[in-house]
């Protein structure tokens, strides 16, 4: 009874929280929503009270940026590149034990994603756990955190070297889950870079997932497997899918000593989506057919002062493509499939103060390459000069990145950190610098 009246409840919460997010709130009102919802969440855990498990993080930072940032490409708005204070996010977390093996973890989240400004509260992580001690794996359902990947297990600034994440998890391509492949993906209307379609990062940097994982303790403290069936490959950033979407995702994590860690991530599976905008070319065409591959590999290495933390992440997309503001049917009155991929990979390094107890100082390079050449249309081909210039020109159907990050960090207390970053990328002329000072706690 005590599991069957979890639900119910669990259930209308969720049901009521989709229903206030389909409306505008001012400031107070996301307030007064963002703890109304964690006191429903916290309701389920009553009979377990002495157990239950309350805690919260904020996190607030002064930022600015260069005279091309963007948020998609840097993560700095571009109304907001002259130097801004704000909170950055707030969070309350719930942990409530159903049974002495089950329990159940809620995490509700504002944020400044996408527009830099605070958006509504919305339920990240909702998660029934099955965790008996006496078996070496765990079964989760729900909405958990995605197993791909080594910087998804950092979900909390305070667990992060670094305050933005790496290329591959910030850096927005030029794939939509409704158009497709979209080479005017960068080039939208600012007001369209918080509320439109603005393209998807390689990988979801948030790190969440809907569906049903598990994680299996191979070999004891040496080799861990996480694998989860879900509703989405990790690049996709919805609660829900819109279509019926699956993907196998799992990360098989091998400590071979206590200074050395490896892991190799693996994702395949759907991730196109329904909207009014592709209803007129899904009725002949089965969205279901474009996927997302996704291979990774990260090391950790760690001795004395030191770490170094190296991730290298290949993604290879079959998908339509939205070219010239209209789906591209030119095969033949036919969706045209576009075969394309990139690889990331990133190094960073940590050094702790000895001398300044606390402290750190840390370097990160990365770069996103763009592997496929696409054809576009030559703006200067001239019909009745065949000769001249061709119909067609070839290049990358994205443009490769370089960024390179410098941080400071000092904790001030066992959960209070203190950074202070600077990166620059593409030119590197200063005109897509991002600077961040950032104060994150855990409470």
């Known amino acids: 009874m005590k599991f069957q009246r979890f639900f119910i409840i669990y259930n209308n919460t969720l049901y009521s929280y989709t229903k206030i997010l389909d409306k505008n709130f001012s400031d107070m ?3 007064k929503t963002f703890i109304g919802t964690f006191f429903l969440l916290f309701i389920i855990s009553v009979p377990n009270f002495a157990q239950v498990q309350l805690n919260g993080a904020l996190d607030l930072e002064l930022s600015g940026g260069g005279e091309h940032s963007k948020f998609i490409a840097n993560g700095i708005p571009k109304k907001f590149q002259n130097y801004n204070f704000s909170v950055t996010q707030l969070n309350a977390f719930l942990f ?6 089950i329990f159940f973890e809620s995490r509700i989240q504002l944020d400044t994603w996408g527009s830099g400004k605070l958006n509504p509260p919305r339920i990240s992580l909702a998660s029934l756990t099955w965790d008996n001690p006496d078996n070496p794996y765990v079964i989760r359902v729900g909405r ?3 197993p791909f990947g080594f910087y998804t297990k950092r979900q909390l600034s305070t667990d992060r070297v670094f305050v933005q994440h790496p290329l591959a ?10 158009r497709g492949f ?3 993906a960068g080039n939208n209307t600012n007001a369209e870079y918080e509320e439109g379609d603005v393209g998807l990062p390689t990988l979801y940097f948030a790190g969440y997932t ?21 509703n989405g490959t990790p690049m996709t950033i919805r609660d829900r899918s819109t279509l019926p979407n699956l993907a196998l995702t799992s990360r098989l994590f091998y400590r071979t000593s206590i200074f050395w860690e490896q892991g190799f991530s693996f994702s ?16 002949d065409e089965s969205f279901q057919k474009y996927y997302q591959l996704l291979l990774g590999t990260d090391t950790k290495i760690a001795f004395t002062y030191f770490e170094i933390i190296g991730e290298i992440i290949y993604s290879k997309w079959k998908t339509t493509g939205f070219i010239s503001n209209q789906f591209d049917e030119s095969c033949g009155g036919k969706l045209c499939d576009y075969d394309l991929s990139n690889i990331s990979g990133n190094i960073d390094f940590k050094y702790e103060l000895p001398g300044v107890t606390g402290s750190y100082i840390a370097l990160r390079a990365e770069h996103l390459a763009f592997l496929d050449d696409v054809a576009f249309d030559n703006p200067n081909y001239d019909e009745n000069q065949p000769d001249d210039e061709p119909e067609y020109i070839f290049r990358n159907w994205d443009e490769d990145v ?16 203190l950074k202070a970053s600077f990166s620059d990328q593409g030119d590197f002329d200063l005109s897509e610098y991002a600077l961040r000072i950032q104060l994150a706690s855990f409470f």
């Open 96 to 101: 409530a034990p159903i049974t002495d093996q």
């Open 210 to 230: 809907n569906g049903i994982g598990a994680s299996w303790e191979i070999k004891k403290d040496k080799m861990f497997l996480d694998a989860a069936i879900t």
């Open 182 to 184: 979209w080479p005017e």
């Open 268 to 283: 395949f599976g759907n991730f196109m989506q329904a909207d009014p905008l592709n209803n007129s070319v899904r009725t």
């Open 169 to 178: 998890y910030s850096y927005f391509t030029n794939i939509s889950d409704i």
């Open 29 to 31: 009102n996301s307030m």
């Open 144 to 146: 958990f955190i995605s």
């Open 402 to 417: 370089s960024r390179l990050t410098a941080v400071f960090g000092y904790k001030l207390a066992p959960n209070v950190l």
